[in-house]
């Protein structure tokens, strides 16, 4: 087991005397080290970026403890293991993580984190190229990070991360303020990752086309608990997407509008626009059979 939530509470003083804010109540969550890719769902202050923080020892639980790897996290901080080790083995990509840069050329920025956890530094330029390759901004690791575009610095920060090669990948909603293309560089550059080296990748979004598309499961926090945690297809087919106050993603829309329209049957199986226009290439209109 990669990362295991048991009854884990996480609570905030208020401005207010005796105030109590509850960011997280009851929660229990069991994370496969290898081969999922989760999307943490929920509407603003349901307790998303809490949850993700709990995950790699940012915060600690209030009340039960989070298991990462072989380390227990737990509200008595002089119990707990050396949280680099962790952090080490769980990369967490910010929300605007290009708002972190600092060094004086891409290179050494890339380098910083791979250094900071023990790599030497031709291992740690060695590994800065890799992924800059992968990025493709390699052109750029000798250019200074403040130079560059929105989008670029995004990659930057993301190279730093993976430049450590992280067991497991958190994302806050790493397509943020990104335009349509740069977003879907970055998801598929993420994707990628995920198909060819079996990490597991935790993902907040608020962009349910995202969901549908990349993600195999799906967590639902409402209110500081989770709601839902399970099948994508299960999600939305039911009523428990409307109940936690997500959106339908569009090419569901579509499929509704065409089920009704035109009287098709197709199902919610198709994850992708591509795959339902290549479904409706071979349906009749007028035929109600697949």
Request: glycine share 6%; charged share 30%.
């Amino acid at each position: 087991m990669g990362i295991s939530f048991k009854e884990v509470d996480h609570s905030f003083r208020g401005l207010k005397k005796k105030e109590i804010y509850h960011a997280l109540l009851d929660i229990s969550l069991d994370i496969n080290e290898k081969n999922e890719f989760i999307a943490v769902v929920g509407k603003t202050g349901s307790g998303k970026s809490t949850l993700l923080k709990h995950m790699n020892g940012l915060y600690l639980p209030t009340k039960g403890n989070v298991c990462i790897f072989d380390s227990k996290l737990t509200p008595k901080p002089r119990k707990n293991p050396k949280l680099k080790q962790v952090r080490k083995r769980v990369g967490y990509v910010f929300q605007f993580p290009e708002y972190q840069l600092f060094e004086e050329t891409v290179l050494k920025d890339i380098m910083f984190a791979p250094i900071n956890f023990g790599f030497s530094r031709e291992e740690a330029k060695k590994k800065a190229i890799e992924v800059a390759k992968l990025l493709k901004i390699e052109n750029l690791l000798n250019k200074s990070p403040f130079n560059l575009s929105g989008g670029q610095m995004r990659k930057v920060a993301i190279a730093g991360i993976l430049a450590y090669d992280p067991d497991i990948l958190l994302l806050d909603e790493p397509t943020r303020g990104l335009d349509p293309l740069g977003a879907l560089e970055i998801m598929e550059i993420f994707n990628k990752i995920h198909k060819e080296t079996g990490k597991t990748i935790i993902m907040i979004t608020h962009d349910m086309n995202l969901v549908y598309e990349y993600a195999t499961r799906v967590v639902v926090m409402n209110n500081a608990r989770i709601t839902y945690d399970g099948d994508k297809v299960k999600l939305f087919s039911s009523n428990i997407y409307k109940e936690n106050n997500l959106a339908k993603p569009e090419v569901l829309e579509l499929i509704d509008y065409l089920n009704k329209k035109l009287n098709l049957n197709i199902d919610y199986n198709n994850f992708t626009l591509d795959d339902l226009l290549l479904k409706l290439r071979d349906i009749k209109v007028g035929d109600n059979n697949e």
